[in-house]
């Protein structure tokens, strides 16, 4: 028999197994999965279908054969982890691009670490970007949601938004020019606008991040001051000069944000413990996210704020501890 390593009582349970949070996270992902369908055809199936089947083989495979231990496809990280790596690419993706993305995230970035809540880093971001780094021809070639008519018909690739304004900026284009070149705020926010599946809709993006705060699977501390963060420092950047930064709602409403927001920065494995460590942290991310899509190499830095900021989150758990229980508190 094992050891089993527990924390200091008094123990309370939450009557939200691990089981019940993973599947709940993935009913709060539904919509916005049907909605890159929607907008995106049999590409976005195909590829959901691969990513989630892959990481499901690969750590069944991994769990069985490696580690010598029992299944535990039942608990839904593996189905999480296919769906968020799927968010995290293009319709248009070869299918042997996914498989490797889906045997990296699932068998270096997860069980290589021992499994469910043992990893570091998010899992799916880790095979997003090492997909990124070693296709990046492939992984940013974005197919343009036809705004007529949609289900993947228009086979034609182009630029993301944030793609569309960063490089406009660099050649020295007009802010107002650039506006002109990307969807209305209205269509970024529904969905019709090219990315990768997960940048579809804002909107059911942020339903199914209430729907998880409604539903205690995750807190407000992260998706708030990750938020207020954006918000406060692109406002503070367009404020000193709008014609070369582009204003806070337009970080809001593009790219992988609001997935991140909720989806990703709040992964309770790779994210800190205490309320004021994910405030923390959630602002970190933010920060982190303005300055990649602003001064980085690339016009998208969610993914990499994240991973960034998973690497301190063991530092923050230590700096940031709860009170133990029965610890006598001044009052002054």
């Keep these: 028999m094992g050891l089993l390593t527990v924390s200091g009582s008094p123990h309370i349970h939450g009557g939200l197994s691990v089981k019940k949070l993973m599947w709940g996270v993935v009913i709060a992902m539904m919509p916005a999965m049907l909605a890159s369908f929607y907008y995106f055809g049999m590409g976005a199936i195909k590829v959901t279908l691969v990513a989630v089947g892959s990481a499901m083989l690969f750590e069944y495979l991994i769990t069985k054969f490696i580690l010598k231990q029992p299944s535990q ?48 880093f998010n899992p799916a971001l880790v095979g997003r970007v090492f997909l990124l780094i070693s296709f990046p021809v492939q992984m940013t070639s974005w197919p343009v949601v036809d705004k007529v008519f949609p289900m993947g018909l228009d086979a034609v690739t182009g630029a993301t938004p944030l793609g569309i304004v960063k490089e406009g900026l660099k050649n020295g284009e007009p802010m107002a020019d650039l506006m002109a070149k990307v969807p209305s705020y209205t269509q970024l926010f529904l969905g019709q606008s090219g990315g990768s599946l997960g940048e579809v809709s804002a909107l059911l993006l942020l339903l199914g991040g209430i729907y998880m705060l409604v539903r205690k699977i995750i807190t407000w501390q992260i998706p708030v001051s990750f938020l207020g963060s954006v918000i406060v420092f692109s406002g503070i950047l ?56 602003v001064w980085g190499a690339y016009p998208e830095g969610v993914s990499f704020a994240i991973l960034l900021m998973n690497a301190i989150v063991p530092h923050l758990n230590n700096l940031i501890k709860p009170k133990r229980f029965g610890e006598e508190v001044s009052h002054g």
């Design 73 to 120: 496809l039942q608990d839904g990280s593996a189905v999480i982890t296919g769906i968020l790596l799927a968010f995290n690419v293009p319709s248009n993706l070869p299918i042997w691009i996914i498989v490797i993305g889906a045997l990296v995230a699932i068998g270096v970035a997860k069980m290589s670490f021992g499994g469910l809540g043992k990893n570091p």
């Design 238 to 293: 367009w404020l000193i000069n709008p014609n070369e930064y582009v204003n806070p709602l337009f970080h809001l409403v593009t790219g992988g944000l609001m997935l991140g927001v909720f989806f990703m920065a709040t992964d309770m494995v790779t994210s800190p413990m205490t309320g004021k460590a994910q405030l923390i942290f959630g602002a970190g991310v933010g920060i982190l996210t303005i300055i990649i899509r």
